[in-house]
């Protein structure tokens, strides 16, 4: 099997937490170019690869003919250009959440990678939570019944220090609202399905962070109606303070159908809680161990936090698509999909009313 060569646009934080070791563990992978616009940046990153081609250009990075797929990992303003710019190139492209500022853009962008024939990737990294997994497998299976009530909340501290270029709009787009709730509407699409309508809100409770100017909403919230007659409240904050950051904070997805509830927190990535119709409560229900990780994955569960290393399932999935000539377990679509929400979610803020999807 030949070796698939990499770059990586944007080589900061996500990058040294989950894309480099997760293309780490897939083998015949290779990490040949890096592209950061800070040298400094670049320079740690180059010297945990031992990658041979650095820029500060991306345009320098993505049309090279040794690179055959490319992450993007950049502030959320330059992922389509790159991305578009990568697919009409040819090369297999891994984007992180949200693709895009907007819906139309992220369209485009799903639309230029299926036409170019290349393997596109959303970034949404808790669809490889094992437990998360196995709830999409029972509810697959039928033990939900019908789906009646989703509800997603997501509280971090993250104070008021500064975000850098995810407190700018025209840099980030949105803040809570693409940052985490994105993760949790691209859920709620796995579970449940399309939404139908929705009214929601934002707020910004720190219009300065850190001595800058935050533009971005630091809480959002959903309430929306699924095409199948389900509800869905989706709760986001970076504001809930004293609760800590990051997979140490509560995250907590629940389900509720005709035939049984779900419920699932971040901290305990091996079990779900669940009951059924008329039965005594909920109850911890144990993820089997072949959910552990990711189908095609060889990383050993065992090895590192696990509320760290399922991420790593991720470049994985990506490696494998491309190897196995089919599409990636989530595609620009499913990235294109939960932008509409966010989109709608932003409109129904600034004229509150409900928005058709
Ligand atoms: N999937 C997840 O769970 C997850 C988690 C964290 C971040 N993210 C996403 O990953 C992306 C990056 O976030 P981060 O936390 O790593 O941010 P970061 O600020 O740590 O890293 C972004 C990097 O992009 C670089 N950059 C800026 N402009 C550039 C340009 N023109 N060309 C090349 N590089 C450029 C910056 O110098 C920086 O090093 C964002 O889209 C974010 O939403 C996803």
């Given amino acids: 099997m030949s070796t698939l060569n ?6 900061g934080g996500i990058t040294l937490q989950n894309h480099l070791p997760g293309l780490a563990l897939c083998p015949d992978v290779k990490v040949i170019a890096l592209c950061d616009a800070s040298p400094t940046t670049l320079e740690a990153a180059r010297q945990q690869t031992g990658a041979a081609i650095v820029s500060t250009n ?3 990075i993505v049309t090279r003919d040794d690179v055959h797929a ?8 330059l992922h389509p250009a790159i991305a578009i710019a990568a697919a009409r190139a040819g090369k297999h492209v891994l984007c992180e959440k949200p693709i895009a500022l907007n819906a139309t853009d992220a369209a485009e962008m799903a639309a230029e990678a299926d036409k170019a024939g290349v393997r596109h990737m959303t970034a949404f990294t808790y669809r490889f939570v094992p437990a998360m997994r196995y709830l999409h497998h029972l509810i697959g299976q039928g033990d939900l019944g019908q789906p009646y009530h989703y509800r997603s909340c997501r509280l971090q501290d993250w104070g008021t220090r500064n975000l850098g270029w995810r407190q700018q709009r025209k840099l980030a787009g949105t803040g809570e609202l693409g940052d985490m709730l994105s ?12 939404m139908k309508r929705i009214v929601a ?16 909403d630091d809480w959002a919230a959903i309430l929306a109606e699924f095409v199948n007659g ?16 990051s997979w140490r904070s509560p995250d907590r997805v629940e389900i509720n159908g005709s035939a049984a509830s779900f419920s699932f927190t971040t901290g305990t990535w091996n079990e779900l809680q669940h009951g ?30 696990p509320l760290i290393s399922f991420r790593y399932d991720q470049a994985i999935e990506f490696v494998n698509a491309i190897r196995e000539q089919r599409p990636c377990s989530v595609t620009f679509h499913d990235g294109a999909q939960a932008q509409a929400v966010m989109d709608a979610a932003i409109h129904s803020a600034e004229t509150r009313a409900w928005i058709e999807l």
Wanted: glycine share 14%; hydrophobic share 40%.
């Fill in 6 to 11: 990499f770059a990586i646009i944007g080589t």
């Fill in 58 to 60: 991306w345009e320098d």
């Fill in 70 to 77: 490319i992450i993007i990992a950049t502030p959320n303003f």
């Fill in 183 to 194: 993760h949790r509407i691209d859920f709620a699409h796995h579970l449940v399905g399309p």
């Fill in 201 to 216: 809100n934002v707020g910004n409770l720190t219009p300065i962070r850190g001595g800058a100017p935050n533009d971005t």
């Fill in 230 to 245: 389900a509800s869905g409240v989706l709760e986001s904050s970076k504001l809930a303070s004293g609760m800590n950051e």
């Fill in 276 to 305: 059924v119709l008329g039965g005594p409560g909920f109850k911890a229900l144990s993820i089997p161990r072949e959910f552990y990780v990711w189908p095609g994955s060889p990383r050993d569960p065992g090895v590192g936090d």
